[in-house]
Each structure stands twice: as C-alpha cells, then as structure tokens.
C-alpha cells in the first residue's frame, strides 16, 4: 500500500477562511447591492438585471477558465482572482456615481465579469494548494467557507436588523 500523505491543516483552515471571505462578498455584492443598484437605475427591471448578471457571471467565468487553461500558471491565479475583484470593486464604486442608465449597464457587466474571474479562478488554485489526492478536501474547505458565511450571514441578519452596514464593514476589510 501507498503511504498516505499528511493533512496539511494550515493550509486547510487557509482555504476554509479565503472560502469564508468570497461568499461573505459574493452574498453581498449579489443579494444586497446589486438589486438596490439595480433599483436606482431601472426600478422595474430588477428581476431581469439579476438574472442577466448571473449569466454574465457564468460567461465570463467559463471564459476566464478557458484563459486560464491556455495560461496555466499558479502566479496567473493570483493576478486573474486580484484583476476580477478589483474590476469588481471598480465597478462597483462607478455604479454609485449618477450614471447614465447605459453606462450603468456596461459597468455592471463589468461588475460580474470581475465576480466571475475571481469566484471560478479560486476553483483551480485551491486544487493546486493542496497535495495531489487532496483536491476533494481542497474544495470542500473552500466551498465550506462558502456555505459558513451564508449561514453567518443569515443567523447575523436575523438578529442584527441594519446588517448592510456591517457588510459594507467587511466587505471592505476583505
């Protein structure tokens, strides 16, 4: 039999907080403002807003892989998920300037085209953190996380009833 490598919890418990970290931004970028910015620039739009930001968010995230895969380079990971959240923060601060409703647009395909590059370019770095035959562990941590800050987001908001504040606090910490 195979000598079975050991569990590099460091690293581990890395992924479990950098997982914890994207779903905190991911569930307030996608559940609290991009509906309100949506509302201040086509109040009866929302509901098709979201839907094509999701879409957006999955084009851009299968064409940033494909990237990816010509470029494969761990260094690349970095730049790709640092590019998309700065594109995604960058966007996110023109959105709050008075912009036309056209320009508003192009900025928010911006906004999830970052989310998308960051969100799916931390998929292949977590598999390449760990030890080979650790890539199920890898990315449960990660998504773990995923789900930690939902559920955090949750029993917070739930108790806390002003939460954007808070999040408005961590997202920019993060």
């Not at 908001?157 to 920019?172: G, N, S, Y």
Request: net charge neutral.
């Amino acid at each position: 039999m195979g000598r079975v490598s050991p569990i590099p919890w460091i690293r581990v418990g890395f992924l479990l907080i950098v997982g914890t970290a994207m779903g905190w931004g991911l569930r307030f970028t996608v559940a609290e403002l991009l509906p309100r910015l949506l509302g201040f620039y086509a109040p009866d739009q929302v509901d098709w807003g979201m839907a094509g930001a999701f879409i957006a968010m999955s084009v851009f995230g299968v064409v940033s892989a494909q990237v990816l895969a010509i470029f494969h380079s761990p260094q690349r990971y970095h730049v790709a998920i640092a590019g998309g959240l700065m594109l995604g923060v960058i966007s996110i601060w023109l959105l709050s300037l008075n912009l036309s409703t056209a320009v508003a647009l192009l900025v928010a395909i911006a906004l999830t085209a970052g989310l998308g590059i960051a969100i799916n370019t931390l998929i292949p770095m977590c598999l390449e953190f760990l030890p080979i035959g650790k890539g199920g562990l890898a990315l449960g941590s990660y998504f773990g996380g995923v789900g930690l800050a939902n559920a955090l987001y949750n029993l917070l908001q739930a108790h806390i009833p002003h939460l954007a504040l808070l999040d408005i606090a961590l997202f920019c910490q993060i």
